[in-house]
């Protein structure tokens, strides 16, 4: 489930220290993907805003370009889902285990290896 959005875009590119329209453009890129109330109003949410805060070191600090932020992103988002499957199949995988472990047979009889008497 998607996380709500919490604030107005004035009050996001405040917070993340952008203008409002770079988040639109980022918007626009498919950076960004802030939730909208039937009024059309863009609403931001916290995983929105550490996106926003990602994007702008990417290109600050790492000087990288539109396309390449798009990569980058595009690739952790992929590994975050990678993940997510990995622990639904482990979380499988458990419960497969556990019930092999139910239908084992509590029943079973101690072998005793039957001695031939010795010829002479």
């Known amino acids: 489930m998607a996380e709500p959005g919490r604030y107005m875009i004035s009050v996001a590119a405040e917070i993340v ?3 409002p329209q770079t988040l639109r453009m980022y918007e626009s890129k498919g950076l960004v993907r802030p939730q909208r109330t039937p ?3 863009r609403l931001y949410s ?3 805003v550490e996106r926003l805060r990602i994007i702008q070191r990417l290109t600050t600090e790492l000087r990288l370009n539109l396309a390449g932020v798009e990569l980058v ?3 952790e988002d992929e590994l975050r889902r990678a993940h997510a ?7 499988e995988l458990k419960r497969e285990v556990q019930n092999v472990h139910k239908q084992y047979r509590r029943d079973l009889v101690l072998y005793r290896e039957e001695r031939l008497p ?3």
């Open 46 to 48: 916290e995983s929105d």
């Open 17 to 19: 220290g952008m203008h």
């Open 39 to 41: 009024g059309g109003t």
């Open 118 to 120: 010795e010829r002479r």
């Open 85 to 91: 499957q990995v622990e639904r199949l482990q979380g």
């Open 73 to 75: 992103l595009r690739l």
